[in-house]
C-alpha cells in the first residue's frame, strides 16, 4: 500500500492556527480510530504528539488537536509558536497485511 | 523516566550484515511491544518491524521481510535487529520505539530512542 497522504508544507504567523491533513483510504484511516501524529524536530527522534485520533499524550500541549472525517485525518495547531516548526508525520494502522503507513511528512513554517 | 538507546550502526558494504541493539529503561520492558522505525536521509519514516513483549510473534515490512529478523532479550531489557543482505536502499537512521496498545492493536509508537545510523555503501 502506498504511504498516507499529507501536503508537503504549510505555514503560519506565531498565533495562528494551521490544520495538516493526512489522506489515506478505506482500508486504512477510514476503518480504524488508530491514526497518530508524530513531531520531529531536525537531528531528533519523532514525538508522539496525538494518537487514536483525538488523544493527547501526558505533557503534549492542548494547542494540539486530533480529528478524522472519512479517509482524511486531521491535525490543528492552534496559537502557533515558534517552536512549534517542525515536521509532522501522520500514521495509521492498516490491518493484518500492511499493519501500518506513514504520511510523507509536513515540514511546517512558523513565520 | 523511558529511555530506548540504540547502538550498532555503521557502514557496511551492500550483501554484509550488521546488528543492532537497543537497550531500553525506566519501564517494564518485558510487557511492552517494540517496534523498529527507519528514516532515510532526508526521507520519511517507515516501519520495519515488531514483537510481542514476549517474542512470540513478529511483523515485517515488505521491504525487509526474509532478510532482517527482529527478537529481544526480557532478561537483558534489550531489543535487536539482525540485518542480512543488506542494499544501498537500506541505509537509513533506524529508531527503536515503544509500542502502545489500543485494544490488542499496539501500532502507536509512544517513546522513541534517539536513533542509530546505518550506511550501506561500497
Known amino acids: 500500500q502506498s504511504a498516507l497522504t499529507q501536503p508537503a508544507s504549510v505555514s503560519g504567523s506565531p498565533g495562528q492556527s494551521i490544520t495538516i491533513s493526512c489522506t489515506g483510504t478505506s482500508s486504512d484511516v477510514g476503518s480504524y480510530n488508530l491514526v497518530s501524529w508524530y513531531q520531529q524536530h531536525p537531528g531528533k527522534a519523532p514525538k508522539l504528539m496525538i494518537y487514536?485520533?483525538?488523544k493527547r499524550p501526558s505533557g503534549v500541549s492542548n494547542r494540539f488537536s486530533g480529528s478524522k472525517s472519512g479517509n482524511t485525518a486531521s491535525l490543528t495547531i492552534s496559537g502557533l509558536q515558534a517552536e512549534d516548526e517542525a515536521d509532522y508525520y501522520c500514521c495509521s494502522y492498516a490491518g493484518s497485511n500492511t499493519y501500518v503507513l506513514f504520511g510523507g511528512g509536513t515540514k511546517l513554517t512558523v513565520l | 523516566q523511558v529511555q530506548l538507546v540504540e547502538s550498532g550502526g555503521g557502514v557496511v558494504q551492500p550483501g554484509r550484515s550488521l546488528r543492532l541493539s537497543c537497550a531500553a529503561s525506566g519501564f517494564t520492558f518485558s510487557s511492552y511491544a517494540m517496534h523498529w522505525v527507519r528514516q532515510g536521509p532526508g526521507k520519511g519514516l517507515e516501519w520495519v518491524a515488531v514483537i510481542s513483549y514476549d517474542g512470540s510473534i513478529k511483523y515485517y515490512a515488505d521491504s525487509v521481510k526474509g532478510r532482517f529478523t527482529i527478537s529481544r532479550d526480557n532478561s537483558k531489557n534489550t531489543l535487536f535487529l539482525q540485518m542480512n543482505s543488506l542494499r544501498p536502499e537500506d541505509t537509513a537512521v533506524y529508531y527503536c520505539?515503544?509500542?502502545?496498545?489500543?485494544?490488542?492493536?499496539?501500532?502507536?509508537?509512544?517513546?522513541w530512542g534517539q536513533g542509530t545510523l546505518v550506511t550501506v555503501s561500497s
Open positions: 487514536e485520533v483525538t
Open positions: 520505539a515503544r509500542g502502545y496498545c489500543t485494544n490488542g492493536v499496539c501500532f502507536t509508537f509512544d517513546y
